[in-house]
Nanobody, 123 residues
């Protein structure tokens, strides 16, 4: 199982970015997916997640109303759309998958992770 994130970069406050998480070696639609982020020196934080085979989403408190998740099953890829970005959103962002149906935003529930992509929000 392999996950590869892309789409990170530098964006101004109030701007948007879309991160991609491409899967290989398995069918991503059959897995719960989670997005997480981490700042150096801090614990990894759950951003949001989606159940397997549907779009039911759970959000971390800091991003609700600004971030959304979507899947493109034909491309075996999941996306994190981030709007109205704030400097506190600066972090390395990771996608992860769990073979269970129901997702969670708890790090310990995810056995498979991507390598991460840096997002920097700064003027």
């Amino acid at each position: 199982l392999q996950l590869v994130e892309s789409g990170g970069g530098l964006v101004q406050p109030g701007g948007s970015l879309r991160l991609s998480c491409a899967a290989s070696g398995f069918t991503l639609a059959n897995y719960a997916i989670g997005w997480f982020r981490q700042v150096p020196g801090k614990v990894r934080e759950g951003v949001l997640c989606a159940n397997a085979r549907d779009e039911t989403t759970r959000w971390g408190d800091s991003v609700k109303g600004r971030f959304t998740i979507s899947r493109d099953n034909a491309k075996n890829t999941v996306y994190l759309q981030m709007n109205n970005l704030e400097p506190d959103d600066t972090a390395v962002y990771y996608c992860a998958v769990d073979p269970k149906y129901y997702c969670s935003i708890s790090v310990e529930n995810y056995p498979t992770w991507g390598q991460g992509t840096q997002v920097t929000v700064s003027s």
